[in-house]
């Protein structure tokens, strides 16, 4: 099992709607989770972070963690063109320390 | 302006030639790192360094080498025996609290095609 799942997409939505993004990963132990948002042939940036159970919202964003299901998820409200990227889940392995392991990214594509 | 430069932007290589990607960083980060993504996948850990003089291999360290001499610079060799080199090659820098956080500061990457 991969240590970060995500489906590669891509994920078509219309504008306006509301995009979800899903990650699951196998590490119990992980503690610290993040979505980066990369656009194609740029480098990623980290939009949101996560350590709790529970929803956390910025803006438009709200990142949702599951810790007994493994599973973490992005929602984008309000989709706009703009948000058409690759989404990439990232998380800190047990024992990681100051490492990231990323996941394949989620291709979100917001239609007009 | 603060940030990670990262060169050659665009690289070509004959097959068994070493190459060398540069990465710069002004940001006084102590941490740096440099990925490696192919296309549909996610980013993979190829080394990284937590302080000067001072690296660990990563996920997939065969066929690179990488050094530490300067807190700013992080430079990367991608070797003959690098069986697939042709990649997006991705470094990033981050301070001992960020790397927690997962703030980590990407350069706009170096895109290396092997011919």
């Known amino acids: 099992q991969k240590e970060v799942e995500q489906n590669s997409g891509p994920l078509s939505v219309p504008e306006g709607a509301i995009a979800s993004l899903n990650c699951t990963y196998s590490?119990?132990?992980?503690?610290?989770f993040f979505w980066y948002r990369q656009y194609s042939g740029k480098s990623p940036e980290l939009i949101m972070s996560?350590?709790?159970?529970g929803d956390k919202e910025d803006g438009r964003f709200t990142a949702q963690l599951n810790k007994a299901s493994q599973y973490v998820s992005l929602l984008i409200r309000d989709s706009q063109p703009s948000d058409s990227a690759t989404y990439l889940c990232?998380?800190?392995?047990?024992?990681?320390?100051?490492?990231?392991?990323f996941g394949t990214g989620t291709q979100l594509k917001v239609e007009l | 302006d603060g940030g990670i430069t990262q060169s050659p932007k665009y690289l070509f290589r004959k097959e068994g030639q070493n190459v060398t990607l540069s990465c710069e960083q002004n940001?006084?980060?102590?941490?740096m790192y440099w990925y490696r993504q192919d296309p549909g996948q996610g980013l993979r850990l190829i080394y990284y360094?937590?302080?000067?003089?001072?690296?660990q291999k990563g996920d997939i360290a065969e066929g690179y080498s990488v050094s530490r001499e300067k807190k700013e610079s992080f430079p990367l060799t991608v070797t003959s025996a690098q069986k697939n080199p042709t990649a997006f090659y991705l470094c990033?820098?981050?301070?001992?609290?960020?790397?927690?956080?997962?703030?980590?500061?990407f350069g706009e990457g170096s895109r290396l095609t092997v011919l």
């Open positions: 990232a998380l800190i392995l047990t024992g990681g320390g100051n490492k990231l392991t």
């Open positions: 590490d119990r132990g992980s503690q610290s």
């Open positions: 940001l006084n980060h102590d941490a």
């Open positions: 360094s937590q302080i000067v003089n001072d690296f």
């Open positions: 996560i350590y709790s159970n």
């Open positions: 990033a820098s981050s301070t001992p609290q960020g790397a927690h956080t997962g703030e980590l500061f």
